[in-house]
């Protein structure tokens, strides 16, 4: 009697060992994983500052750029004859043409906006047949 409570005692230390180490191997395993996710995220991070910033440079020179041919837009109609006041009236005239041209397009693809009626209407069907079968039991 005394042999088999030993040998018991020994399987629940084992037992009890074999939780410990896998209690162990999992805080390891999670660890391990939340220090990959830190260093994935701050390569990310790194790589979206540097993207960010490349794109605010060129948006900058782009803008830069639409002056500097505005200007030679204006000079070039300056060039046809008309006094440099009358040519930048012409230009900006131009792009309020062109600014109104977009606002209407825009406009239009605003319109073509659903809402997500389709994504609403089985929203409500899902909801409906679990209060009929919420209903029934």
């Known amino acids: 009697m005394a042999a ?3 040998s ?9 060992r074999l939780v410990a180490s896998i209690k162990d191997d999992l805080t390891g395993l999670v660890h391990n994983e939340i220090e990959l996710a830190k ?3 701050k390569e990310d991070a790194k790589s979206a500052a540097i993207g960010s910033a490349m794109t605010m440079v060129a948006a900058f020179l782009g803008v830069v750029a639409f002056l500097l ?3 030679a837009l204006v000079y070039g109609v ?4 008309l006094t440099i006041g009358w040519a930048f009236l012409v230009v900006a005239g131009f792009y309020v043409l062109v600014a109104l041209v977009l606002l209407v397009v825009a406009r239009g693809q605003f319109g073509r906006i659903s809402m997500a009626e389709r994504t609403k209407i089985s929203a409500r069907d899902a909801a409906r047949a679990l209060k009929r079968s919420n209903g029934s039991t």
């Open 78 to 81: 300056r060039a046809l004859g």
């Open 4 to 6: 088999r409570a030993t």
């Open 8 to 16: 018991e005692a020994d399987g629940s230390a084992s037992i009890g």
């Open 39 to 41: 260093a994935e995220l």
């Open 69 to 71: 041919a505005s200007f």
